[in-house]
């Protein structure tokens, strides 16, 4: 070891070289001059070696919000001003840290970043990474992590339709609104175009209501932090395609076969009555053919 510091300046700074367990001890600090001795019997410092080196701490200033810029900020403990540890982002590379002193004399090394959020940063895993350099042997590593939880408005607002398909006169018809939202959606809001601009129709995130004739709808949700609205959907009925219901089709063949059983009665006994009358008549013919028939005989 080697006093790097000034002494007439009151700094005694030592530096250790490759530090190992063995260092591990109380150390009072004596200054000699001569044949005069003076030692701090009653201030010592205690030096305890560690096989890992800390982790890094993180924080994150600032409102995490959509729209908003936070500054993420990645500190190291820095035994060592002359071989400060390197920090490194999972997202960003190449980041030069600063060196700073704590009011207690502690000195620090950090990296910051700012990003403006987003909806898509709500989740995100940041990782700071520190590697210490070692005189000898692979350099120590240690990370700590961070999860932003990330508030957002109304997001992708869409609308169900069921049931889907053909839609007929005077059938019902339910309408569901959904949407994803950080605080969760608070309220979802109906309406119908018009001649005369929207038309508030229903609240919550579903609308019942019987079909009656073609229109355009949509929804909006809303939360504390703002509004997200769906794309408008056209519901009308298609012609040539209407749902026709089972009572009437059943209906419709039991009236058809009546009809064609009525015919066909009605022609089986105009025909059995016409058989009957023709019958005397083809009888007398008969009869006189064979009376010809023996009158002529020798």
């Known amino acids: 070891m080697n006093i790097t510091g000034n002494l007439m300046n009151r700094d005694c700074t030592t530096t250790f070289h490759d530090l190992t367990?063995?260092?591990?001890?109380?150390?009072?600090?004596?200054?000699?001059?001569?044949?005069?001795?003076?030692?701090?019997?009653?201030?010592?410092?205690?030096?305890?070696?560690?096989?890992?080196?800390?982790?890094?701490?993180?924080?994150?200033?600032?409102?995490?919000?959509?729209?908003?810029?936070?500054?993420?900020?990645?500190?190291?403990?820095?035994?060592?001003?002359?071989?400060?540890?390197?920090?490194t982002w999972n997202l960003h590379q190449g980041t030069s840290g600063i060196t700073e002193t704590n009011p207690d004399g502690t000195i620090i090394?950090?990296?910051?970043?700012?990003?403006?959020?987003?909806?898509?940063?709500?989740?995100?895993?940041?990782?700071?990474s520190a590697v210490y350099p070692v005189s000898l042997?692979?350099?120590?590593?240690?990370?700590?992590?961070?999860?932003?939880?990330?508030?957002y408005g109304p997001k992708d607002t869409s609308v169900r339709v069921s049931p889907s398909g053909t839609?007929?006169?005077?059938?019902?018809?339910?309408?569901?609104?959904?949407s994803r939202a950080k605080p969760p959606v608070q309220n979802f809001t109906w309406f119908r175009n018009s001649s005369q601009g929207p038309v508030s129709v229903s609240e919550g995130?579903?609308?019942?209501?019987?079909?009656?004739?073609?229109?355009?709808?949509?929804?909006?949700?809303?939360?504390?932090?703002?509004n997200g609205t769906s794309p408008v959907i056209h519901l009308s009925v298609t012609v040539g395609n209407n749902h026709v219901p089972w009572e009437a089709i059943l209906g419709?063949?039991?009236?058809?076969?009546?009809?064609?059983f009525l015919a066909v009665s009605v022609w089986y006994f105009k025909t059995k009555r016409q058989i009957?009358?023709?019958?005397?008549?083809?009888?007398?013919?008969?009869?006189?053919?064979?009376?010809n028939h023996y009158e002529n005989l020798p």
């Open 21 to 87: 367990q063995r260092y591990e001890d109380k150390y009072y600090f004596r200054i000699e001059n001569g044949l005069n001795k003076g030692t701090a019997a009653c201030s010592y410092l205690e030096i305890r070696v560690r096989d890992s080196p800390w982790s890094p701490s993180m924080k994150v200033s600032g409102e995490q919000t959509e729209a908003e810029v936070v500054t993420i900020t990645c500190s190291a403990v820095t035994p060592c001003p002359h071989a400060a540890p390197q920090l």
């Open 109 to 128: 090394t950090k990296i910051k970043v700012s990003i403006t959020l987003t909806d898509s940063h709500d989740g995100l895993m940041i990782k700071c």
């Open 137 to 151: 042997g692979v350099d120590k590593m240690s990370d700590s992590n961070i999860t932003l939880s990330v508030t």
């Open 167 to 178: 839609l007929s006169t005077g059938q019902s018809v339910t309408l569901c609104c959904s």
């Open 205 to 226: 995130d579903t609308y019942n209501f019987n079909f009656t004739e073609d229109g355009d709808f949509y929804c909006v949700a809303s939360n504390a932090l703002g």
């Open 252 to 260: 419709a063949v039991i009236g058809v076969l009546a009809v064609v």
């Open 276 to 291: 009957r009358k023709d019958k005397p008549q083809a009888e007398v013919v008969q009869r006189e053919e064979e009376n």
